[in-house]
Protein backbone atom coordinates (compact mmCIF):
# COMPACT_ATOMS: atom_id res chain seq x y z
CA UNK A 1 0.00 0.00 0.00
CA UNK A 2 1.33 3.38 -1.22
CA UNK A 3 -0.02 6.48 0.92
CA UNK A 4 -0.33 9.21 -2.07
CA UNK A 5 -0.61 13.09 -0.82
CA UNK A 6 -1.53 15.14 -3.89
CA UNK A 7 -1.84 19.06 -3.53
CA UNK A 8 -3.91 21.48 -5.45
CA UNK A 9 -6.72 19.28 -6.41
CA UNK A 10 -9.34 21.65 -6.92
CA UNK A 11 -6.96 22.34 -9.92
CA UNK A 12 -6.58 20.43 -13.53
CA UNK A 13 -4.21 18.20 -12.93
CA UNK A 14 -5.04 17.64 -9.45
CA UNK A 15 -9.01 16.75 -10.41
CA UNK A 16 -7.68 13.68 -12.88
CA UNK A 17 -5.21 12.58 -10.49
CA UNK A 18 -7.61 12.11 -7.61
CA UNK A 19 -10.55 10.49 -10.03
CA UNK A 20 -7.24 7.64 -10.76
CA UNK A 21 -5.80 7.76 -7.54
CA UNK A 22 -8.97 7.45 -5.17
CA UNK A 23 -9.87 3.91 -7.18
CA UNK A 24 -6.50 2.36 -7.24
CA UNK A 25 -6.70 -0.54 -4.48
CA UNK A 26 -2.83 -0.47 -3.97
CA UNK A 27 -2.56 3.38 -3.29
CA UNK A 28 -4.53 5.19 0.03
CA UNK A 29 -4.83 8.60 -1.07
CA UNK A 30 -4.60 12.17 1.02
CA UNK A 31 -6.37 15.20 -1.35
CA UNK A 32 -5.37 18.42 -0.20
CA UNK A 33 -6.75 21.71 -1.81
CA UNK A 34 -6.95 25.52 -0.76
CA UNK A 35 -10.18 25.79 1.43
CA UNK A 36 -12.75 23.68 0.81
CA UNK A 37 -13.11 20.81 -2.28
CA UNK A 38 -14.36 21.37 -4.87
CA UNK A 39 -14.30 18.31 -6.60
CA UNK A 40 -18.01 16.22 -6.58
CA UNK A 41 -16.53 13.06 -6.27
CA UNK A 42 -15.69 11.09 -3.15
CA UNK A 43 -11.98 10.57 -1.37
CA UNK A 44 -10.22 11.87 1.52
CA UNK A 45 -9.84 15.73 1.59
CA UNK A 46 -8.05 18.10 3.91
CA UNK A 47 -7.42 21.31 3.50
CA UNK A 48 -3.72 22.72 3.23
CA UNK A 49 -2.35 25.94 1.90
CA UNK A 50 0.50 24.84 0.68
CA UNK A 51 2.06 28.53 1.59
CA UNK A 52 1.48 27.92 5.44
CA UNK A 53 4.22 25.50 6.92
CA UNK A 54 2.05 24.97 9.74
CA UNK A 55 -0.41 23.23 7.69
CA UNK A 56 1.93 21.58 5.73
CA UNK A 57 3.50 19.97 8.88
CA UNK A 58 0.49 19.13 10.40
CA UNK A 59 -0.44 17.25 7.63
CA UNK A 60 2.59 15.26 7.02
CA UNK A 61 2.75 14.47 10.70
CA UNK A 62 -0.86 13.02 10.61
CA UNK A 63 -0.32 11.21 7.32
CA UNK A 64 2.93 10.55 6.75
CA UNK A 65 3.39 10.14 2.73
CA UNK A 66 5.33 8.01 0.56
CA UNK A 67 5.00 10.07 -2.11
CA UNK A 68 4.05 13.58 -2.75
CA UNK A 69 2.73 14.79 -6.19
CA UNK A 70 2.96 18.56 -6.19
CA UNK A 71 0.04 20.19 -8.61
CA UNK A 72 -0.65 23.48 -6.07
CA UNK A 73 0.66 26.67 -8.01
CA UNK A 74 0.24 30.26 -9.22
CA UNK A 75 -0.19 29.03 -12.49
CA UNK A 76 -1.44 32.34 -14.57
CA UNK A 77 1.54 33.60 -15.98
CA UNK A 78 0.19 37.55 -16.67
CA UNK A 79 -0.42 37.45 -12.87
CA UNK A 80 2.39 35.91 -11.69
CA UNK A 81 4.35 38.82 -13.73
CA UNK A 82 2.35 41.64 -11.95
CA UNK A 83 1.70 40.07 -8.42
CA UNK A 84 5.74 38.67 -7.79
CA UNK A 85 5.68 38.30 -3.88
CA UNK A 86 2.51 36.38 -4.45
CA UNK A 87 3.77 34.10 -7.50
CA UNK A 88 7.79 33.76 -5.14
CA UNK A 89 5.56 32.86 -2.50
CA UNK A 90 3.22 30.14 -3.82
CA UNK A 91 5.66 29.12 -6.57
CA UNK A 92 9.11 28.63 -4.42
CA UNK A 93 9.47 29.41 -0.58
CA UNK A 94 5.76 26.71 -0.62
CA UNK A 95 8.56 24.24 -1.99
CA UNK A 96 10.85 24.81 0.30
CA UNK A 97 8.17 24.00 3.10
CA UNK A 98 7.00 20.88 1.05
CA UNK A 99 11.12 19.83 1.23
CA UNK A 100 11.54 19.69 4.89
CA UNK A 101 8.31 18.12 5.33
CA UNK A 102 9.20 15.60 2.99
CA UNK A 103 12.49 14.82 4.21
CA UNK A 104 11.44 14.50 7.77
CA UNK A 105 9.72 11.25 6.60
CA UNK A 106 11.74 10.30 3.41
CA UNK A 107 8.78 11.00 1.04
CA UNK A 108 9.17 11.35 -2.92
CA UNK A 109 8.49 14.19 -3.67
CA UNK A 110 6.96 14.50 -7.51
CA UNK A 111 7.23 18.09 -8.38
CA UNK A 112 5.77 19.83 -10.91
CA UNK A 113 7.06 22.22 -13.59
CA UNK A 114 6.58 23.73 -16.84
CA UNK A 115 8.52 24.28 -20.52
CA UNK A 116 7.79 28.25 -19.42
CA UNK A 117 11.66 27.66 -17.89
CA UNK A 118 13.22 27.39 -21.36
CA UNK A 119 12.83 30.59 -23.91
CA UNK A 120 11.56 28.69 -26.77
CA UNK A 121 14.05 29.76 -29.14
CA UNK A 122 15.31 26.01 -30.18
CA UNK A 123 12.15 23.78 -29.09
CA UNK A 124 11.08 20.74 -28.45
CA UNK A 125 13.14 20.09 -25.51
CA UNK A 126 15.09 17.64 -23.75
CA UNK A 127 15.41 16.74 -20.55
CA UNK A 128 18.95 18.38 -20.32
CA UNK A 129 18.62 21.36 -22.39
CA UNK A 130 19.46 24.50 -21.32
CA UNK A 131 16.58 26.72 -19.06
CA UNK A 132 15.91 30.10 -20.15
CA UNK A 133 12.84 31.67 -18.75
CA UNK A 134 11.64 34.81 -20.12
CA UNK A 135 8.75 35.01 -17.84
CA UNK A 136 8.73 35.62 -13.73
CA UNK A 137 6.66 32.78 -13.56
CA UNK A 138 9.21 30.40 -15.40
CA UNK A 139 12.20 32.75 -13.12
CA UNK A 140 10.20 30.71 -9.84
CA UNK A 141 9.70 27.54 -11.21
CA UNK A 142 13.32 27.46 -12.12
CA UNK A 143 14.04 28.75 -8.82
CA UNK A 144 11.84 25.55 -7.52
CA UNK A 145 13.35 23.17 -9.57
CA UNK A 146 16.58 24.34 -8.32
CA UNK A 147 15.61 23.93 -4.92
CA UNK A 148 14.53 20.66 -5.09
CA UNK A 149 17.08 18.87 -7.03
CA UNK A 150 18.89 19.66 -3.42
CA UNK A 151 16.87 17.92 -1.35
CA UNK A 152 17.99 15.07 0.64
CA UNK A 153 14.43 12.72 -0.31
CA UNK A 154 14.11 11.24 -3.39
CA UNK A 155 12.73 13.66 -6.16
CA UNK A 156 11.17 13.75 -9.34
CA UNK A 157 10.73 17.22 -11.99
CA UNK A 158 7.73 16.44 -13.99
CA UNK A 159 8.13 19.41 -17.04
CA UNK A 160 4.73 19.66 -18.24
CA UNK A 161 3.09 21.89 -21.27
CA UNK A 162 -0.60 23.80 -22.48
CA UNK A 163 -2.20 21.62 -20.69
CA UNK A 164 -6.32 20.96 -21.09
CA UNK A 165 -9.58 18.75 -20.58
CA UNK A 166 -12.74 18.60 -19.44
CA UNK A 167 -12.95 19.76 -15.54
CA UNK A 168 -15.72 19.06 -13.34
CA UNK A 169 -17.26 22.27 -11.68
CA UNK A 170 -14.66 24.57 -10.58
CA UNK A 171 -15.33 27.39 -12.86
CA UNK A 172 -11.88 27.34 -14.63
CA UNK A 173 -10.51 26.97 -18.66
CA UNK A 174 -7.69 26.30 -20.35
CA UNK A 175 -7.09 26.18 -24.25
CA UNK A 176 -9.64 24.14 -25.62
CA UNK A 177 -12.71 24.74 -24.08
CA UNK A 178 -12.01 28.44 -24.43
CA UNK A 179 -12.01 27.74 -27.83
CA UNK A 180 -15.00 25.78 -28.41
CA UNK A 181 -16.97 28.03 -25.75
CA UNK A 182 -16.32 31.13 -27.69
CA UNK A 183 -16.57 29.52 -31.18
CA UNK A 184 -20.25 27.92 -29.58
CA UNK A 185 -21.47 31.46 -28.65
CA UNK A 186 -20.11 32.91 -31.95
CA UNK A 187 -17.62 35.21 -30.48
CA UNK A 188 -14.49 36.03 -32.39
CA UNK A 189 -10.78 34.94 -30.59
CA UNK A 190 -7.49 36.48 -31.55
CA UNK A 191 -5.19 33.73 -31.75
CA UNK A 192 -1.32 33.09 -31.74
CA UNK A 193 0.38 31.81 -34.95
CA UNK A 194 3.96 32.17 -33.85
CA UNK A 195 3.64 30.10 -30.40
CA UNK A 196 4.16 26.44 -30.93
CA UNK A 197 3.58 23.76 -28.27
CA UNK A 198 3.58 19.57 -27.16
CA UNK A 199 -0.02 20.20 -25.64
CA UNK A 200 -0.74 17.87 -23.39
CA UNK A 201 -4.32 16.02 -22.18
CA UNK A 202 -4.68 16.07 -18.36
CA UNK A 203 -5.32 12.37 -18.36
CA UNK A 204 -2.19 11.66 -19.85
CA UNK A 205 -0.38 13.85 -17.34
CA UNK A 206 -1.69 12.11 -14.66
CA UNK A 207 -1.23 9.02 -15.97
CA UNK A 208 2.31 10.14 -16.42
CA UNK A 209 2.51 11.26 -12.80
CA UNK A 210 1.15 8.44 -11.33
CA UNK A 211 3.94 5.87 -13.16
CA UNK A 212 6.51 8.11 -11.52
CA UNK A 213 5.09 7.49 -8.01
CA UNK A 214 4.66 4.05 -8.40
CA UNK A 215 8.24 3.73 -10.26
CA UNK A 216 9.95 5.56 -7.63
CA UNK A 217 11.87 6.93 -10.43
CA UNK A 218 13.68 10.16 -10.06
CA UNK A 219 14.83 12.61 -12.03
CA UNK A 220 13.32 15.01 -14.24
CA UNK A 221 10.87 13.99 -17.05
CA UNK A 222 9.32 15.59 -20.03
CA UNK A 223 4.92 14.67 -19.43
CA UNK A 224 3.67 16.24 -22.70
CA UNK A 225 1.51 15.59 -25.69
CA UNK A 226 2.84 13.90 -28.50
CA UNK A 227 1.80 16.36 -31.42
CA UNK A 228 3.78 19.47 -32.24
CA UNK A 229 1.63 22.73 -33.22
CA UNK A 230 0.74 26.58 -33.02
CA UNK A 231 -1.65 27.61 -30.72
CA UNK A 232 -3.79 28.97 -33.70
CA UNK A 233 -3.27 25.64 -35.40
CA UNK A 234 -4.51 23.91 -32.42
CA UNK A 235 -7.65 26.22 -32.48
CA UNK A 236 -8.43 25.52 -35.77
CA UNK A 237 -8.43 21.87 -35.00
CA UNK A 238 -10.65 22.09 -32.39
CA UNK A 239 -12.61 24.62 -34.73
CA UNK A 240 -12.69 21.59 -36.90
CA UNK A 241 -13.15 18.90 -34.48
CA UNK A 242 -16.65 20.12 -32.92
CA UNK A 243 -17.42 21.87 -36.36
CA UNK A 244 -17.62 25.50 -34.97
CA UNK A 245 -17.30 28.43 -36.77
CA UNK A 246 -13.41 28.34 -37.78
CA UNK A 247 -13.46 32.31 -39.52
CA UNK A 248 -14.51 33.70 -35.96
CA UNK A 249 -10.29 32.91 -35.25
CA UNK A 250 -8.68 35.78 -36.26
CA UNK A 251 -4.91 34.78 -36.63
CA UNK A 252 -2.17 37.13 -34.88
CA UNK A 253 1.05 37.31 -33.68
CA UNK A 254 2.48 38.08 -30.34
CA UNK A 255 3.15 41.22 -30.37
CA UNK A 256 -0.02 42.14 -31.23
CA UNK A 257 -1.91 40.58 -28.13
CA UNK A 258 1.34 42.38 -26.45
CA UNK A 259 0.37 39.65 -22.77
CA UNK A 260 1.85 41.28 -19.53
CA UNK A 261 4.54 37.88 -19.26
CA UNK A 262 6.51 37.12 -21.98
CA UNK A 263 5.96 33.68 -23.72
CA UNK A 264 8.26 31.27 -25.32
CA UNK A 265 7.82 31.42 -28.95
CA UNK A 266 9.02 27.56 -30.24
CA UNK A 267 8.43 25.93 -26.83
CA UNK A 268 7.49 21.98 -27.12
CA UNK A 269 8.52 19.11 -24.93
CA UNK A 270 10.40 15.44 -26.06
CA UNK A 271 8.81 12.89 -24.59
CA UNK A 272 10.85 10.29 -25.71
CA UNK A 273 12.55 9.46 -22.29
CA UNK A 274 8.92 9.05 -20.71
CA UNK A 275 7.61 6.91 -23.59
CA UNK A 276 11.01 4.74 -23.33
CA UNK A 277 11.83 4.45 -19.43
CA UNK A 278 7.93 4.95 -18.01
CA UNK A 279 6.08 3.24 -20.96
CA UNK A 280 4.08 6.48 -21.35
CA UNK A 281 1.76 6.27 -24.39
CA UNK A 282 -0.15 10.03 -24.67
CA UNK A 283 -3.58 9.97 -26.52
CA UNK A 284 -2.85 12.35 -30.21
CA UNK A 285 -4.64 15.77 -30.28
CA UNK A 286 -7.59 14.25 -32.06
CA UNK A 287 -8.00 10.97 -29.90
CA UNK A 288 -7.79 13.94 -26.88
CA UNK A 289 -10.13 15.63 -28.75
CA UNK A 290 -12.66 12.48 -28.89
CA UNK A 291 -12.27 11.58 -25.48
CA UNK A 292 -13.40 14.94 -24.17
CA UNK A 293 -16.32 14.37 -27.01
CA UNK A 294 -17.36 11.01 -24.96
CA UNK A 295 -17.04 13.03 -21.71
CA UNK A 296 -19.33 15.30 -22.28
CA UNK A 297 -18.12 18.40 -24.43
CA UNK A 298 -20.10 17.61 -26.91
N1 LIG B 1 -1.90 24.26 -17.02
C1 LIG B 1 -0.83 24.33 -17.79
O1 LIG B 1 -0.92 24.63 -18.98
C2 LIG B 1 0.53 24.02 -17.21
C3 LIG B 1 1.65 24.07 -18.04
C4 LIG B 1 2.91 23.81 -17.51
C5 LIG B 1 3.05 23.50 -16.18
N2 LIG B 1 1.95 23.47 -15.38
C6 LIG B 1 2.15 23.16 -13.95
O2 LIG B 1 1.38 22.02 -13.63
C7 LIG B 1 0.87 22.12 -12.30
C8 LIG B 1 -0.63 21.89 -12.29
O3 LIG B 1 -1.26 22.86 -13.12
P1 LIG B 1 -2.83 22.94 -13.32
O4 LIG B 1 -3.08 23.21 -14.74
O5 LIG B 1 -3.49 21.80 -12.65
O6 LIG B 1 -3.09 24.29 -12.51
P2 LIG B 1 -4.46 24.88 -11.98
O7 LIG B 1 -5.63 24.29 -12.66
O8 LIG B 1 -4.29 26.37 -11.98
O9 LIG B 1 -4.48 24.37 -10.47
C9 LIG B 1 -3.59 24.83 -9.51
C10 LIG B 1 -4.22 24.58 -8.17
O10 LIG B 1 -3.32 25.02 -7.18
C11 LIG B 1 -4.09 25.55 -6.14
N3 LIG B 1 -3.33 26.45 -5.30
C12 LIG B 1 -2.83 27.67 -5.59
N4 LIG B 1 -2.23 28.18 -4.52
C13 LIG B 1 -2.34 27.26 -3.52
C14 LIG B 1 -1.94 27.23 -2.18
N5 LIG B 1 -1.28 28.23 -1.62
N6 LIG B 1 -2.24 26.12 -1.45
C15 LIG B 1 -2.91 25.09 -1.99
N7 LIG B 1 -3.35 25.08 -3.27
C16 LIG B 1 -3.05 26.16 -4.03
C17 LIG B 1 -5.21 26.30 -6.84
O11 LIG B 1 -6.24 26.51 -5.91
P3 LIG B 1 -7.57 27.33 -6.26
O12 LIG B 1 -8.31 26.46 -7.25
O13 LIG B 1 -8.25 27.44 -4.96
O14 LIG B 1 -7.11 28.63 -6.85
C18 LIG B 1 -5.54 25.34 -7.95
O15 LIG B 1 -6.58 24.47 -7.59
C19 LIG B 1 1.31 23.48 -11.78
O16 LIG B 1 2.46 23.31 -10.99
C20 LIG B 1 1.67 24.26 -13.03
O17 LIG B 1 2.67 25.23 -12.78
C21 LIG B 1 0.69 23.71 -15.86
Not at 29 to 46: C, E, N, S, V
Not at 54 to 65: G, H, M, N
Not at 168 to 173: I, M
Not at 198 to 218: F, M, N, V, W, Y
Request: aromatic content about 8%; hydrophobic content about 40%.
Amino acid sequence: MKKILVTGVNGLLGQKLVERLAVMPDVQLLATGKGIKRHPDQFQYASMDVTVPQEVDAIFDWFRPDVLIHTAAMTQVDDCEQQQAACYAQNVTAVESLMRAAERFQTHFIHLSTDFIFDGEAGPYKEEDTPNPLSYYGYCKLEAEKKLMQCTSPWTIVRTILVFGLLKDTGRSNIVLWVKSNLLQKKPIRVVTDQFRTPTLAEDLADGCIRLALSGKQGIYHIAGPDFMSIYELACRVAEFFHLPKQLIQPVDSATINQPAKRPPRSGLCIDKAIQELGYAPHTFEQALRLMQEQGMG
